[in-house]
């Protein structure tokens, strides 16, 4: 994140505290059964974080079976764990590719796509911790979709920071496929603004904070955030604030938040045409 994208956050985020005894009170009690008439959530799934460390950099291969094989031809996806130190980080390793040269030029992107994280959170591999989960959301002849979930935890920080990121991979060009290939950045950030928009995996206690919250974010910035969503990453390498992924005709896309509501939230939207 930029710094003047990290100023405009911080500025919201610390009108919503100022603003918000209110908000405070949501977050400190017990939940409460919401009116979310027009707010929907969805159940998900994830994985327990594990805790793995090692002297050196290495990786442990794992067999993963794909949430979604779509027109699968044979090419499959197995998952692979990079740590070093504290650090973990699963990534997807694809097979059944006959053209040798495409094939590793293909997972050596997807590795490096997953690891740039590191760099991107300054982390350090000694003294930091980090735990990066990955779920291979569907694999096919075509391309493959990958969905990251983890946690930060830096030296001397009184509480970890969630993360989210994605990767949809063009395995015949190798190349990122992001938001701007199945959706458009205004119209989600009106989407995000208005009061259809569902929220995929949030609980009915953040409900109220996080739609006032998202209040206070004019509509600019956010198509400007959602603009630059997804790999790859731009010029001056800038990690994106935002992540999407398309799985069966429903795009997911996360927006960040401030740390007391979660650090990101993910929205899901269903274009008119599907």
């Known amino acids: 994140m930029d710094t003047s994208r990290k100023i405009i956050i911080g500025v919201i985020a610390a009108a919503v505290v100022a603003g918000g005894a209110a908000i405070g009170l949501i977050l400190s009690r017990s939940p409460e059964t919401a009116d979310i008439s027009t707010i929907h959530t969805e159940a998900a799934t994830e994985a327990e974080p594990e805790t793995m460390a090692s002297a050196e950099p290495s990786t442990q291969a794992e067999e993963v079976q794909p949430s979604d094989a779509g027109t699968s031809t044979g090419v499959t996806a197995s998952l692979e764990t990079y740590t070093s130190g504290s650090v973990s980080i699963q ?148 990690w994106p604030e935002s992540f999407s992924y398309e799985r069966q005709g429903t795009i997911y896309l996360s927006m960040p938040v401030p740390h007391a509501l979660g650090d990101y939230i993910i929205v899901s939207f269903v274009p008119e045409t599907k």
């Open 91 to 238: 990534y997807p390793v694809v097979a059944n590719i006959e053209d040798a040269e495409l094939l590793g030029k293909i997972n050596e992107h997807l590795k490096a796509n997953a690891l740039s994280v590191i760099e991107a959170n300054e982390v350090n591999e000694e003294t930091d911790t980090l735990t990066v989960k990955c779920q291979v959301v569907s694999v096919d002849s075509r391309r493959l979709t990958a969905v990251y979930t983890g946690s930060l935890t830096a030296e001397g920080a009184a509480h970890p920071t969630e993360l989210f990121y994605t990767n949809t991979l063009d395995l015949f060009q190798i190349a990122d496929i992001g938001l701007s290939e199945y959706g458009d950045a205004l119209t989600m950030a009106a989407y995000v603004k208005s009061e259809d928009v569902s929220f995929y995996v949030l609980t009915s206690d953040r409900l109220p904070a996080v739609k006032e919250y998202i209040a206070t974010v004019d509509e600019d910035t956010l198509t400007s955030i959602f603009e630059s969503a997804d790999f790859p990453l731009g010029e001056d390498g800038a």
